[in-house]
């Protein structure tokens, strides 16, 4: 049997993290088995299926890679045909008409009374439940327009599809779309339903929790392989540790059987630290590019900075490409911002505009400047001072660099060079005497 799979959205302008992550099982479990994953555009809603959210649809699959293998299909062409549908059910009794109000008759398919309903669900295992338990619904509504049961299963017949991978929202649908399959003779197809997205409280996942859209994560600087990979994991383990994969280790090791049942947390601190691990591991010319880019448009001169460098620095350190100029500004120019709190942590208090000036000092005879002799020196300074290290290298990071992070400070140094180093020191303890972080931070409240 050749797979083909297919992902059923319905466009509304947004597109939500878990609809997308439907495609993205479908998309690989048609990778995984060589076969085909189709589009179909379920944009019966008129009023809120326009062509902008259609685009936004298709922009949002091309920017995660979902390629599909045919033209999509649009459900709204297909009306016709799932009324023939309805016409054929209610010739062989299958279906009934009903006024349910108002005037207007719906069609009304008829579900079992007797016996047990079942199907054995590809990731919950098991679903059983008693007929008498369900109802009679509507598969055509009063107005005349097919609803979403009559047409999902017409249109999955038509396509051929031979498994339903779709959230597990679904699994009381599946009972009924069971029922049409074989009322109208079809192959039922296989169904695997995936486990629900759920906040750290347990309870669904919603824009009250943060970005809930694929636009909205593509705005704050998410890459593409990063939502790609962390949504494949909110439902699904490789087998071992491994955490970030690549596209081709994603396909080959997609297996159904390795999906969970129960509810997958989402993790923003997770999907941070993946952003940053794929942009880790981005060739240097790609991110050089982006360094670039960011850091020229920034208004920020790379004239006369050791480039290669800086960006050997930041490339490890970089979560988000859109924060690259506000975490090295101080690389390019001496006008950079300090963080208050670090400056109120580490360099107001006394004593410190001394040991400043004494570092420039000894910083500006020491030869050469090289990381290991940076460091050699304040590690001899706090020996003669009898403090830890800790004591000089923090008020030096952040008089350097106005910040409590970055790269390894001696590595930092060197690059910022001995003259701006040694001179940034001294304007810093001048300041810091003069109580111009003071000001600073009065203005700021």
């Known amino acids: 049997m050749s797979v083909r799979v297919r992902f059923a959205p319905s466009p509304t302008g947004n597109v939500h993290i878990g609809n997308i992550r439907a495609a993205i099982f479908n998309w690989l479990f048609a990778r995984h088995n060589r076969g085909r994953f189709l589009l179909r555009v379920e944009d019966t809603d008129r009023e809120r299926s326009t062509p902008e959210a259609i685009r936004t649809l298709l922009d949002c699959m091309e920017w995660l890679g979902l390629d599909y293998d045919e033209p999509p299909v649009y459900q709204s062409a297909n009306s016709i045909r799932h009324l023939e549908v309805a016409e054929e059910l209610l010739g062989r009794g299958l279906a009934y008409r009903e006024n349910k109000g108002g005037g207007g008759e719906c069609v009304v398919f008829r579900m079992p009374t007797e016996g047990r309903l079942g199907f054995v669900d590809l990731v919950k295992g098991a679903m059983r439940k008693r007929a008498g338990d369900t109802q009679d619904f509507v598969i055509v509504r009063s107005n005349g327009t097919p609803v979403f049961h009559l047409a999902n299963v017409v249109d ?3 396509m051929g599809i031979t498994h339903v991978i779709r959230g597990d929202d679904h699994v009381e649908n599946t009972f009924k779309h069971i029922e049409l399959f074989k009322a109208l003779n079809a192959p039922v197809p296989h169904f695997a339903h995936l486990p629900m997205i759920v906040n750290n409280q347990g309870k669904p996942y919603s824009k009250r929790d943060g970005a809930a859209f694929v636009g909205e994560f593509r705005e704050q600087g998410y890459l593409p392989d990063t939502i790609f990979n962390f949504l494949l994991l ?7 540790d491994r955490e970030v994969l690549t596209r081709d280790e994603m396909i080959e090791f997609f297996a159904l059987e390795r999906c969970k049942s129960s509810a997958a947390r989402f993790d923003v601190k997770k999907l941070l630290w993946m952003n940053g691990e794929y942009i880790r591991n981005k060739p240097r010319e790609e991110y050089a590019r982006e360094f670039l880019a960011r850091v020229t448009a920034a208004g920020l001169s790379t004239e006369g900075v050791d480039l290669e460098g800086i960006m050997e620095q930041m490339q490890v350190r970089t979560r988000f490409y859109s924060d690259i100029p506000d975490n090295c500004a101080y690389f ?12 109120s942590k580490r360099l107001l208090k006394e004593g410190i505009p001394e040991l400043l000036e004494k570092i420039a000092g000894e910083y ?6 090289t990381v290991e002799s940076t460091h050699a020196l304040l590690e001899e300074m706090a020996r003669r001072q009898e403090s830890g290290m800790g004591a000089l290298v ?7 660099s106005g910040s409590a992070e970055g790269p390894g400070l001696f590595e930092m140094l060197v690059l910022i060079g001995r003259e701006r180093v040694c001179a940034r020191l001294q304007q810093v303890a001048q300041r810091v005497r003069n109580g111009g972080f003071e000001t600073a931070s009065a203005a700021q409240d």
């Open 156 to 158: 999955d017949i038509d």
């Open 234 to 240: 909110l439902g699904w383990a490789p087998g071992d």
């Open 332 to 343: 390019f120019t001496d006008d950079y911002a300090f963080d208050q709190k670090a400056v």
């Open 364 to 369: 500006q005879q020491l030869d050469p400047f």
């Open 394 to 400: 923090h008020p030096v990071r952040v008089a350097v």
